[in-house]
């Protein structure tokens, strides 16, 4: 920590004195001063010493904080470091007033379980606490989706993004990179998607056989819409395209005319995914709504269904190919009229 108290004043690490007493902001036990040549100043509670919010901090950690409690001061805000919050028990590393909101900063440099982060964004909610998760280098290398999911926040221009705090540069970054395809990073054309390839894991490819073997249809023949050919921020475990190839077999199997109001086709399509759905705890919507308003779109424009009024109705069974190469003459049609 980089803030204690002495006679109940808070003091700085790089102000503080060798051999005063200091206490922990938290629980009020004694805390050593410690300055070396790796770590920045700091205070570090005794052997055996027992804090609700006592975390082991990195170098990088106690030298993000410090940095980005600068740069608050430096663009015009009057930050508070370590403010301990009892009524949640919890200790952001910044607190401060932004138009009159309390924004907490956090800057994660250590491992964070998403059950723990939920617990932590729920206590600032409670709070009416705006909340910043800043993150550090652990957290860029290659991210899973759902690690991608948890800390998903929005940028300046609302769309989603992971923030990070660029100890070398002294600044906050926003990153939008894992905008993806099911089969490409950036594929925005049918023909830049490969038809093959990747292989679901187990439990998706079973659902899906077993559904796949009731209509008769091999994976690779699904339909032209099941490709999701445009960039989308990771909502799911899975690709999305088996996302969209399991809503397809559903419309497959039901009748001509069937409808659903606006409500009830939100509520399968979101059940058809069970178990994929990613969760994103630091946002208060998810961009799941999305990803259902962009697909509907896309099988209102392939004439699969459409929209009267509230309601969606199937119009025509989705189309399957009797084979890959009436699939790659359909694909090169489409191609040539969007060029």
Known sequence: MLVAYENQQAVFAKDAQPNHDYRCPACDSPVRLRRGRVMIAHFAHLPGAECAVSEGETSEHLLGKQQIFDWL??????????????????????????????????????????????????????????????????????????????????????????????????????????????????????????????????????????????IQQPLAHCPLVCHDNFPTWPTMRVELIYWRIAVVIVLTRRSLFSSWTAAEWSRMLIQIGQGWWLEFTCLQSTPRKQVIADFTQQLIAAGIIMKYQRSYILITHPHWFENLDDKYRAIRTVSKKSA
Not at 93 to 113: I, K, N, R, W, Y
């Open 73 to 214: 001061r430096a663009h015009g805000y009057d930050p508070q470091m370590e403010v301990y919050l009892g009524e949640i028990h919890q200790r952001p590393d910044l607190l401060f007033s932004d138009h009159g909101v309390l924004t907490a900063v956090e800057f994660q440099c250590s491992p964070l379980s998403l059950t723990r982060l939920r617990e932590r964004n729920d206590g600032y909610r409670r709070m009416g606490i705006r909340f910043v998760w800043a993150l550090g280098k652990p957290y860029r290398h290659s991210l899973s989706r759902a690690k991608t999911a948890q800390f998903t926040q929005m940028d300046h221009c609302g769309r989603p993004a992971l923030i990070y705090w660029n100890t070398q540069s002294k600044q906050f970054e926003y990153h939008t990179e894992y905008y993806r395809c099911s089969f490409a990073s950036a594929a925005t054309k049918y023909q830049s998607v490969s038809l093959t390839r990747p292989t679901p894991d187990p439990s998706v490819l079973q659902l899906l056989s077993r559904a796949l073997s009731e």
